[in-house]
């Protein structure tokens, strides 16, 4: 084992596999077995137990007796209640953010955008759901309230591969023109001093997401 993975903590057991569900790299219903997470991570079982405790109170996870954990399936009426309390706490954004943004959050953001533009060479869907996990976390830094952070960083998550799972059946250049127009009108916002409007551009492309995955849903099979 290597020295990094002895130093793994419970949070750092967390982020990994919250990434992992996000990023479908763990598909919802995949088992997650204790014992050889523990060995991957170096550690004993009970930091991974806590954990997928710590995943499950955010409905990331499953976990039943006899049957142990599994990735928590997708509910599509679930997620469309996420989408709209997101919507609300998005509202409260302009009471809650520090503006104008660093210069070091804003040069991330320039780097999201270069980094998104070369997806249309690398058609990696994967890789536009980890850089727009890198997007949210951008738009985090600037809220001055803990508990938002936390809260709109749990129901982030909770919808968070939602829009993975359907991105292969959608237009890759559209999604990305839509990703750039978000990060960019973000950045602008970002750069004055109106909270107000930040608040308007993550309300706005909330709404056209959640409204291409109603599209999606309402799709017959077949």
């Not at 998005?90 to 955008?113: G, S």
């Not at 839509?178 to 960019?184: A, G, S």
Request: charged share 30%; hydrophobic share 40%; aromatic share 4%.
């Amino acid at each position: 084992m290597s020295d990094h993975a002895t130093r793994m903590t419970v949070r750092d057991i967390y982020d990994t596999m919250r990434e992992r569900i996000c990023l479908l790299d763990l598909e919802p219903g995949a088992r997650l077995r204790e014992e050889p997470l523990a060995e991957e991570f170096g550690v004993s079982r009970t930091p991974v137990r806590a954990a997928l405790a710590r995943l499950e109170h955010e409905r990331l996870v499953h976990s039943s007796p006899g049957s142990g954990a599994t990735v928590a399936i997708i509910d599509a009426k679930e997620i469309r209640d996420v989408w709209a309390v997101r919507m609300k706490i998005a509202d409260l954004v302009a009471d809650f953010v520090r503006l104008p943004a660093p210069p070091d959050t804003l040069a991330e953001l320039d780097d999201i955008a270069t980094a998104t533009e070369a997806v249309r060479t690398s058609r990696d869907t994967r890789q536009l759901g980890v850089l727009y996990n890198r997007y949210h976390d951008a738009v985090l830094s600037v809220y001055t309230s803990r508990t938002l952070r936390r809260i709109h960083d749990q129901l982030f998550h909770l919808t968070a591969r939602v829009w993975l799972q359907f991105l292969p059946e959608l237009d890759l250049d559209d999604e990305i023109d839509i990703m750039l127009e978000e990060v960019q009108a973000t950045r602008e916002a970002m750069q004055g001093n109106s909270g107000q409007r930040l608040a308007e551009v993550r309300t706005t492309h909330m709404k056209l997401l959640l409204e291409r995955f109603n599209a999606h849903a309402a799709r017959p099979l077949g």
